[in-house]
């Protein structure tokens, strides 16, 4: 499978515990992007990296979100002290930005429960 | 006023109509386009990408940009009930380091069969 890959695909956590995604994103793609998506609404933008810098946080990052993305391959997004307004699908998307190419394709997201 | 605005239905169609989805924007510096499709508890599936203003078409599916009018559109032709989804614009800007893709809320559509 050559697609994005998240992992996990499910996570009910604790209020107050920390969690830890993982997104593999399509080998060579120098874009990555995270999203988060309630239900009913559009994913919403929280950051993204080219290579392995971040480009840009979102103001729905909050002090308690980081992201990585340590070697310009996969990438990590960890939330500490959850709280249940962290519920979400947490989504993955990878791109080659190489000139008009701009194409990202999404992973299955990682489905968040906070109780 | 949100960057992205697109209707979120829910659109309820027969099966075989022709089916218009739409979306507009306040960004004048978007000049990617996408639509994505998104079933139930998956991740967004891309359907079309154009680039800058006009006409492209995939099979039944063809997507319109009308920079002019901030303006974008898709149309399924003979709509089948496996295209009951919800269907997401999203759009970006030139390249440069503020290119990050924003995204309508997403339109539901049951077919009918």
């Known amino acids: 499978d050559t697609g994005v890959s998240q992992d996990p695909r499910h996570k009910i956590t604790k209020r107050g515990q920390n969690v830890t995604f993982r997104c593999d994103p399509i080998s060579e793609h120098n874009r990555l992007y995270w999203y988060r998506q309630t239900l009913g609404q559009g994913p919403e933008f929280l950051t993204y990296f080219q290579n392995e810098a971040q480009l840009e946080k979102s103001r729905l990052l909050s002090d308690r979100f980081s992201a990585e993305r340590p070697k310009g391959s996969f990438s990590t997004l960890e939330i500490q002290r959850t709280e249940q307004g962290d519920s979400a699908m947490y989504l993955c998307?990878?791109?080659?930005?190489?000139?008009?190419?701009?194409?990202?394709?999404f992973g299955q997201g990682t489905r968040l429960t906070v109780v | 006023q949100k960057e992205v605005e697109q209707d979120p239905g829910p659109l309820s169609v027969p099966e075989g109509a022709i089916v218009s989805l739409n979306c507009t924007y306040s960004n004048s510096a978007f000049q990617y386009f996408m639509w994505y499709r998104q079933y139930s508890r998956k991740g967004p599936e891309l359907l079309m990408y154009t680039y800058s203003s006009g006409n492209k078409e995939d099979g039944r599916f063809t997507a319109q940009v009308d920079k002019s009018s901030k303006y974008i559109s898709l149309f399924i032709r003979d709509s089948q009930p496996s295209d009951s989804a919800t269907y997401l614009c999203?759009?970006?800007?030139?390249?440069?380091?503020?290119?990050?893709?924003?995204f309508g809320k997403g339109t539901r559509l049951h077919i009918l069969p």
């Open positions: 998307a990878s791109s080659l930005r190489q000139g008009i190419n701009t194409e990202a394709f």
């Open positions: 999203a759009m970006s800007a030139v390249p440069n380091r503020d290119d990050k893709i924003i």
